[in-house]
Structures are given as structure tokens and as C-alpha cells.
């Protein structure tokens, strides 16, 4: 018998289709190694990708021989939109000290104390902040200080300073029990962190949005204090800075160590009207034709009925049980609306040295707390030292410019009375 060559052979037909096996061949090229001139001029192309400034992320390591800059973290009770959040981040960002990081509510949280969320899912949404990296959370300040240092969030383990603020409002005496700004920064304590909560002292129809990039500014040497004594190792131990800013922050008098005082709000309850449309207005909602014939029968008669049923007292008619004669016993639950709001009173302390009193004679008060709100006497005298030393180095550093200013004048001076030759 002849034997048949190859390509004599008659052929069968391939199993597989055309396009998986295409999809199989494009597998296995690329996981062959590329010859050796190929990958030295990848590695060369990522050597350039890498020194490239737009390929930079926030959360890398410097290059070598840059010096790290610190992490500072920020969250705000008034969520991620705030004015006073945005301040912050902008004189932070200018000032180029710190590498800022914000982790913030999607809204408004206040007076929500240290509140967390358990047993549900918390989203965290990406936001752009220019010259930041920013997240917004669906909980509460809290947990977001504590989703930021759980490593889930960001790539660094933890960062140097954690800021809460700037607040709209005042965080005075026992306010801070409420004050959802102070549990962010006690969150990071207990998280071992240093942290700062940050204050201004808002009027209502008197303060005004700009007033947070002034307090902003006004903080700053001391935010900018505080991160040079942790990068020593010689930052407070064991407390958190509530600072208080006065409602003029452009005209303060300075930074001023305080006491918390025994101030707390007055709580105003007020009823609210139910809003809720009545089960008779949706019930003429659902038969359009009883309502016309209502409305036929006159105006006033309906209107005169509706209103009969809307109450702010709403009462619902429920079955409880029948009774032996057949009977049904029924009871009526009373619904109830009201909202509460704070309310500012006098306060009748003069001494000069708590946190109201400090904001209210235009200083920037400066309280440090533990985790329990308190100032022991080991944590007061250190926290004195240290700010005095912060607004002596202030002092010197506007005393310098001035100082060359006016040594300019007096060479100025002195060439314009000297005779000129002849």
C-alpha cells in the first residue's frame, strides 16, 4: 500500500472553535518571556513612567533623597462640602507643609457625640479636592476617623495629626459631650494619634462663610507648631487640642491656654405639624371621579372635612383583641411631632482663664483634653510650655521681617542725606 504524505492526508476537522482557540494562542504567547532587549527597554520605559510627575500618586513614597513630608488627616462634622472643611484644606495645601488627606461625612452630622455604625454598610466615595485626596462616607465623623485609620482606606499605616474641623459653631463646656467634631478627634487619641478639633464661634446673621479661611489662617502656625514637636517626639502626650476661635477671626488677640468650662446649651422643643397628606386626601387621590363629586358639592363642605382630618395629633385606630362578647376593643395611639434646637443663654462664670469667656474677649482659646474631657494637673503645665513656646517663635517670626524693613529704611535714610560729590 502507498503511503500518503502529510499534506496528502486528508484533514479533519478541528473540535474546537476558531475563536477559542485564537483566545488560547493569545494565552500562551504572552506567557512567554519577551526576549532580553525587550525587557530592558520596558524597564527603561518604566524607570521614565515612574520619574514622570503626572504618574505620581498621593499615597507613594517620596523619591530618594526628598524628604517625607507628614500625613495630615482631616474630617469635618459638617460634611465633606463644608465651608469650614474647605478652608482648612486650602491653607494647608498652600502652605505645603503636610500632605493632606480628608475622610468626611456626606452630610451634615451634627451634635451626633461619638456615634458609630454597626451592622451596616458604610460606602466611601471618592471626591476631587484640589492638591488632596479625599473620601466621603456615608456615617458619621467618627467612622470615618476610624475607617481612615483602619487601613482600609488609605495606603499610609497612620497618619502624623489628625484635624478635625473647621466647625460652625462653638464647642464650649459640656457641649462637648454633644459635639461631633470633639469625638473625631478623640477617636484618633484613642487610636493613639494627636489630634486637633477646631472650632469657630459662628452668629447667626453675623458670620459669614470667609470668616472660616480667616480662622484657618489664624490656626495655622500652631497646626504647623504641632506637626514639627511630633516629627521630634515631643508633642503632648495623652490629649487633644479643642480649639475655640472667636466669632471676629481676622481681629483675634492671640492664642490663650484655657479651661473647659461648666457652659451647656439650652435644649428648645418645639412642635411640628404633621406633613403627612391625610388618609382622606389619599383616598380621594386613588378615585379621582369622588373627588370631583365632592369638590361639586362645594368647596367649602370638602375643604371643611380635609381639615377635620388633618391634625398634628394624627390618631390611629388599632385592634387589640376581641373581647368574650364578640366585641372589638380598640385603643387610640397618639402620634406626636416636635424638633429640638439649641438655644444660647448667658453664662454667669467671669473667670477669664475657660474656653467661653477666652472667645468672647476675642482670643483663640486653646484647651487640651483627655479622653474623658478633662484637663489633669500633669497635662496642663506641659500644654502651658508648649503653647507659650509656640507664640513666642510666632512673635519672633513677625518681628524678623519688620526688623530688616526697617534696617532698609535707615540705609535709605542715611544715603539721602549724605552729600553727593562734586
Known amino acids: 500500500m502507498e503511503a500518503t504524505s502529510g499534506e496528502d492526508a486528508p484533514k479533519r476537522g478541528n473540535p474546537l472553535p476558531s475563536a477559542l482557540v485564537s483566545n488560547l494562542q493569545s494565552v500562551l504567547a504572552a506567557r512567554r518571556p519577551p526576549p532580553a532587549e525587550e525587557v530592558s527597554t520596558a524597564a527603561a520605559a518604566g524607570e521614565a513612567e515612574a520619574e514622570s510627575p503626572a504618574a505620581e500618586a498621593s499615597d507613594a513614597p517620596p523619591a530618594d533623597g526628598a524628604p517625607a513630608r507628614p500625613v495630615v488627616l482631616l474630617t ?11 478652608a482648612l484644606v486650602d491653607a494647608l495645601v498652600a502652605g505645603g507643609r503636610c500632605d493632606v488627606h480628608v475622610c468626611a461625612p456626606e452630610s451634615d452630622k451634627p451634635a451626633c457625640g461619638h456615634s458609630i455604625t454597626i451592622r451596616e454598610t458604610i460606602s466611601a466615595t471618592s471626591v476631587d479636592f484640589a492638591g488632596a485626596k479625599a473620601f466621603e462616607i456615608s456615617g458619621t465623623p467618627v467612622d470615618c476617623i476610624s475607617l481612615a485609620l483602619s487601613g482600609r482606606l488609605f495606603a499610609w499605616s497612620a497618619p502624623a495629626l489628625v484635624i478635625s474641623g473647621i466647625n460652625a459653631g462653638s464647642n464650649c463646656g459640656y457641649e462637648m459631650f454633644h459635639s461631633s467634631a470633639i469625638a473625631a478627634a478623640r477617636e484618633a487619641l484613642l487610636y493613639g494619634v494627636p489630634s486637633i478639633a477646631i472650632s469657630l464661634n459662628w452668629k447667626k446673621d453675623e458670620s459669614k462663610d470667609s470668616d472660616f479661611k480667616d480662622a484657618a489662617q489664624a490656626c495655622l502656625p500652631l497646626i504647623n507648631a504641632a506637626l514639627a514637636d511630633i516629627e521630634k517626639g515631643t508633642f503632648l502626650k495623652g490629649c487633644l487640642l479643642n480649639i475655640g476661635v472667636p466669632s ?80 372589638q376593643e380598640v385603643r387610640e395611639v397618639v402620634k406626636k411631632l416636635f424638633r429640638a434646637e439649641f438655644v444660647e443663654k448667658q453664662y454667669q462664670d467671669l473667670n477669664e482663664d475657660i474656653d467661653l469667656r477666652a472667645m468672647e474677649n476675642g482670643f483663640i482659646s486653646v484647651a487640651p483634653l483627655n479622653v474623658h474631657g478633662q484637663v489633669e494637673p500633669e497635662i496642663g503645665a506641659p500644654a502651658s510650655d508648649w503653647l507659650l513656646a509656640v507664640v513666642s517663635l510666632e512673635k519672633e517670626k513677625e518681628a524678623a521681617p ?13 544715603e539721602k542725606e549724605a552729600p553727593s560729590a562734586t
Open 76 to 86: 469635618c462634622a459638617g460634611g465633606i462640602r463644608s465651608a469650614g472643611l474647605a
Open 248 to 327: 471676629a477671626p481676622s481681629a483675634n488677640k492671640g492664642f490663650k491656654l484655657t479651661k473647659q468650662s461648666g457652659y451647656s446649651p439650652a435644649q428648645s422643643w418645639q412642635a411640628v405639624s404633621a406633613s403627612r397628606p391625610s388618609s382622606a386626601v389619599h383616598f380621594m387621590g386613588m378615585h379621582q371621579s369622588l373627588g370631583i363629586q365632592l369638590a361639586q358639592l362645594g368647596k367649602d363642605a370638602s375643604a371643611a372635612g380635609a381639615a377635620r382630618r388633618v391634625s398634628a395629633q394624627r390618631k390611629t385606630v388599632e385592634v387589640e383583641s376581641v373581647a368574650a362578647s364578640g366585641k
Open 402 to 414: 519688620a526688623t530688616a524693613d526697617q534696617q532698609d529704611a535707615s540705609v535709605a535714610a542715611e
